[in-house]
């Protein structure tokens, strides 16, 4: 997933939305708000989940939800990286590790809970204030969208003929490294069913049917 | 128009998440999470067509498929106990009807 929000990450600071909208109190700005609220609502259900199934359960909901905003911010592959990923193979991942450890998490005393805290809070911080220097959303004049971005935008329509720049740049500009990353993600998914699908542990101690 | 449909949705999306978290059974959660699957495709529908884009009623669709398969590993995961059940050919279903 991080190599996934590496590659959009890469992909998004160079391929501009399509126009910069006014920034105001529009309906979609309202449905974007919602979405963030639904998505605070479920991190902080997961924290208080001790019944690990129900926490596997509403990270499907967290990846469908984050995915739904992305799509509202117009970045569509991320979105369904996050769809793929997150919804649909992770959930998986989750319950073939609940299979093969504990079904409830053992509660955890306050104490140990402050440092990650201070952590989390310090980074969240740092993070915040990040976001302060960067450009509006959708700036022309913004670096991502002035150099190569500008020319992925002005020469995709000539150059490659597909309608989604994004996919030009994924498919075509940047074809072996989109292919180098599909190959990572293929070797992380041939490790996961090794350690997890296949192998011969079987949740609930049962190593085999008796044939050893 | 649109703005009013797609808040009917994250209405109905806000009732799943707390069907999701309260909800007494494992069904009821699985079954929570499939429905906000489907939420989620009919919002990224409403959404395309609010931001001018209909385009997005492709992704839309690829949603709806990847959470099928999702619903599919979970009911699985639940019915065996882990995802390569089915290799053994050992089925507690069938063995319960003989």
Same mark, same amino acid.
């Given at each position: 997933? /991080?190599?996934?929000?590496a590659?959009?990450?890469?992909?998004?600071?160079?391929?501009t939305?399509?126009?910069?909208e006014?920034?105001? #109190?529009?309906?979609? #700005?309202?449905?974007?708000?919602?979405?963030?609220?639904l998505?605070?609502?479920t991190?902080?259900a997961?924290?208080?989940?001790r019944?690990?199934?129900?926490? &596997?359960?509403?990270?499907?909901?967290?990846?469908l939800?984050s995915? &739904?905003f #992305?799509?509202?911010?117009?970045a569509?592959?991320?979105? #369904?990286t996050?769809a793929?990923v997150?919804?649909?193979?992770?959930?998986?991942?989750?319950?073939?590790?609940?299979?093969?450890?504990?079904?409830v998490?053992?509660?955890?005393?306050?104490?140990?809970?402050?440092a990650?805290?201070?952590?989390?809070?310090?980074?969240?911080?740092?993070?915040?204030y990040?976001?302060?220097? /960067?450009?509006?959303f959708g700036?022309?004049n913004?670096?991502?969208?002035?150099?190569?971005g500008?020319?992925?935008?002005?020469q995709?329509?000539s150059?490659?003929?597909?309608?989604?720049?994004?996919?030009?740049?994924? &498919?075509s500009y940047?074809?072996?490294d989109?292919?180098?990353?599909?190959?990572?993600?293929?070797?992380?998914?041939?490790?996961c069913?090794?350690?997890l699908g296949?192998?011969?542990?079987r949740?609930?101690?049962?190593?085999?049917?008796?044939?050893? | 128009?649109?703005?009013?449909a797609?808040?009917?949705?994250?209405?109905?999306m806000?009732?799943?998440?707390?069907?999701?978290?309260?909800? $007494?059974?494992?069904?009821?959660?699985?079954l929570?999470?499939?429905?906000?699957?489907?939420?989620?495709?009919?919002?990224?529908?409403?959404?395309?067509?609010?931001m001018?884009r $209909?385009?997005?009623l492709?992704?839309?669709?690829?949603?709806?498929l990847?959470?099928?398969?999702?619903?599919?590993?979970?009911l699985?995961?639940?019915?065996y106990?882990?995802?390569?059940?089915?290799?053994?050919?050992?089925?507690?279903?069938?063995?319960e009807?003989?």
């Open positions: 997933m /991080m190599l996934a929000a590659a959009s990450a890469e992909v998004g600071s160079e391929v939305p399509s126009t910069p006014v920034v105001g #109190f529009t309906g979609a #700005f309202a449905v974007e708000l919602c979405l963030l609220a998505l605070a609502a991190a902080v997961m924290i208080r989940m019944r690990l199934f129900g926490v &596997a359960m509403l990270s499907g909901i967290y990846s939800l995915a &739904a #992305f799509v509202a911010l117009d569509v592959d991320v979105a #369904f996050e793929a997150g919804a649909g193979m992770s959930t998986v991942l989750l319950l073939s590790g609940i299979a093969l450890t504990a079904k998490e053992m509660p955890v005393s306050r104490t140990r809970t402050i990650p805290l201070i952590i989390v809070g310090v980074t969240a911080a740092a993070l915040v990040a976001t302060i220097d /960067m450009p509006g700036d022309a913004a670096p991502a969208n002035a150099y190569v500008r020319a992925y935008i002005e995709t329509p150059d490659i003929e597909v309608p989604n720049v994004v996919t030009a740049v994924l &498919a940047r074809g072996f989109t292919f180098g990353e599909t190959v990572v993600v293929f070797t992380a998914g041939l490790a069913l090794l350690l296949a192998g011969a542990i949740g609930g101690g049962r190593n085999d049917d008796g044939e050893h | 128009m649109y703005w009013v797609s808040f009917a949705i994250l209405v109905a806000a009732l799943m998440l707390v069907r999701a978290v309260k909800g $007494p059974t494992v069904y009821d959660r699985v929570s999470v499939n429905s906000f699957g489907t939420k989620t495709v009919l919002l990224l529908g409403v959404l395309g067509f609010l001018g $209909p385009a997005f492709d992704i839309a669709l690829l949603y709806a990847i959470n099928f398969i999702a619903t599919i590993a979970i699985k995961f639940f019915r106990g882990d995802l390569s059940g089915m290799m053994h050919g050992d089925d507690p279903a069938r063995r009807a003989e």
